[in-house]
């Protein structure tokens, strides 16, 4: 779960999978997305498009409460955001765009009309994912999703595929650790939530993001990589009918430097061929520096290089 929901990155996914001959790759260098309109001094992350890429949604968020944003790309700019129309009375976070277009879900602590939900005891309200239908320009008021999907208190980071299927995190079966957990949309219905194959709750994986036909997911967890534990990273797992194969880690160069970063609610671009991520890394600062460079490095802080999420882009490879 992202520390701070920020930041978005294109990465080389398929040409970067093999842990073992990484360094022997030449790895993908990830780039600051919209630095100081998007990407700010607050955390931001789980940035959602339209399916035209003209349109985007994404969090901003404190230690306390967070908010779903929107922004328009006008003659190839950002616009500065603005609260979404469905969002602001409550804590809201992690949008997620249907491939169509046609609807947005996400995730809110607003009262729950969930029949005989118990409350959350960690936090005073449940934490569920709603839906909001696009009418015209604008969008209708938020409805809650069913109990086959808000199964527990604590629903976190929800992704759509084309089907209507959602894939979301929740605390596992065992109780241990937050897992991966996906609701199958059938007849105009939305199956009992199960726990994915490979999600046992031994580890924590969280903020799954599906592939429009589910051929792959995109996943954060923590403890994956060699016998680090310390931080969250990117992982694929693919789908091949309807088996998951093999969890293989998503590299960048830099990605073990500076004692690591926290990489985490990964959303694919418009053109599927783009992965967007938060990361609280930070632009390296090499000494000793001239007047000039600390004035830049200074400017850049200001912005949005202050160690807060932000979202960061890499190109994604051919499978």
């Avoid at 604008?138 to 604590?154: D, H, I, K, Y």
Wanted: some cysteine; charged content about 20%.
């Amino acid at each position: 779960m992202s520390r701070g929901w920020s930041s978005a990155i294109f990465i080389c996914l398929f040409a970067c999978m093999s842990f073992a001959d990484s360094a022997n790759q030449s790895l993908p260098t990830p780039e600051i997305f919209s630095p100081g309109i998007i990407s700010n001094p607050a955390n931001d992350g789980a940035p959602t498009f339209s399916p035209d890429g003209n349109t985007l949604y994404f969090t901003r968020s404190t230690a306390r409460w967070s908010i779903i944003l929107e922004s328009k790309r006008i003659h190839g700019q950002w616009s500065r955001p603005t609260i979404a129309s469905f969002s602001g009375e409550w804590s809201d976070s992690s949008p997620a765009m249907s491939p169509d277009g046609s609807y947005l879900i996400y995730v809110s602590v607003r009262p729950t009309a969930t029949p005989g939900m118990p409350t959350n005891t960690a936090t005073p309200r449940n934490s569920h994912i709603w839906r909001v239908n696009r009418t015209g320009n604008g969008w209708n008021t938020p409805v809650e999703l069913p109990e086959s999907v808000n199964f527990c208190p604590a629903i976190f980071r929800p992704s759509v595929a084309a089907d209507g299927t959602i894939y979301f995190t929740a605390m596992a079966e065992n109780g241990k650790n937050l897992s991966l957990f996906r609701a199958k949309y059938e007849n105009g219905t939305y199956q009992k939530a199960e726990p994915l194959s490979f999600s046992d709750g031994t580890l924590k994986d969280v903020d799954p993001e599906i592939a429009p036909d589910q051929s792959f997911l995109i996943f954060s967890s923590r403890g994956r990589w060699s016998d680090e534990n310390a931080h969250e990273h990117l992982f694929i797992v693919r789908n091949k009918g309807g088996v998951w194969g093999a969890i293989e880690p998503i590299r960048y160069s830099g990605d073990n430097a500076n004692g690591s970063s926290d990489d985490n609610d990964p959303r694919l671009g418009p053109d599927h061929k783009t992965i967007y991520f938060s990361s609280d890394r930070a632009v390296p600062v090499h000494f000793p520096r001239t007047k000039v460079q600390a004035q830049q490095d200074f400017e850049r802080m200001e912005s949005w290089d202050n160690s807060n999420s932000n979202i960061w882009f890499l190109p994604l490879g051919a499978s």
